[in-house]
């Protein structure tokens, strides 16, 4: 049995056609997605830095004056250590006064008060956070001798005796 040559040569020449049409048509196709894609271009965006405004601590002093009790403190010395004197005087209770040296960091006053209540000295730790131009003194649970915060992190800044920024009287 004698094959035919020329079948062979037309079937291997339509095979080549074949791959010659689609490799044409996937070139044609390809170049022409990417044509209709447009260029992707990464575009730094610039980082805006967050602005923290850190109260500020000021001389002076801080007074809530009102139905017969007054908390007056005066700071002579606002950088840290902070000094001042610290006075106490609630409607129907002793009055005591002393002097204050803490620490302001975070918008928070925290230190000793060291004062005079009839005739005997004593130290408790104080605490305020400063709101605006006010310092909100913060109440907490006490240590077994009642002087320091058993966790100063845990105090409630929720006084109703809001010590206003104010002249200092003479």
């Known amino acids: ?16 056609k074949v791959v010659l049409l689609t490799f044409v048509a996937f070139t044609f196709f390809n170049c022409k997605n990417k044509e ?5 271009t990464i ?3 610039p980082m805006e830095e967050e602005v923290v405004i850190t109260p ?6 801080y007074m809530y004056n009102e139905n017969g009790s007054l908390v007056n403190m005066e700071i002579a010395k ?5 000094e001042a004197n610290l006075t106490y005087a609630f409607a129907e209770k002793d009055k ?10 975070d918008g928070k006053l925290i230190g000793t008060y060291t004062f005079q209540s009839e005739g005997v000295e004593s130290k ?25 915060f058993k966790d100063v992190n845990s105090v409630n800044y929720s006084s109703t005796m809001p010590l206003s920024k104010t002249d200092c009287k003479e």
């Open 1 to 16: 049995m004698k094959y035919s040559n020329s079948k062979n040569t037309s079937f291997s020449a339509i095979s080549r």
């Open 78 to 82: 606002n950088d840290n250590p902070v």
């Open 124 to 148: 408790r730790q104080v605490t305020f956070m400063l709101k605006g131009n006010q310092l909100v003194e913060g109440y907490g649970e006490l240590d077994e001798t009642g002087t320091m």
């Open 43 to 45: 575009k730094e965006v």
């Open 96 to 105: 005591n006064k002393g002097s204050f040296t803490g620490e302001f960091n």
């Open 36 to 40: 209709d894609k447009p260029e992707e």
């Open 56 to 61: 500020t601590l000021e001389k002076g002093c």
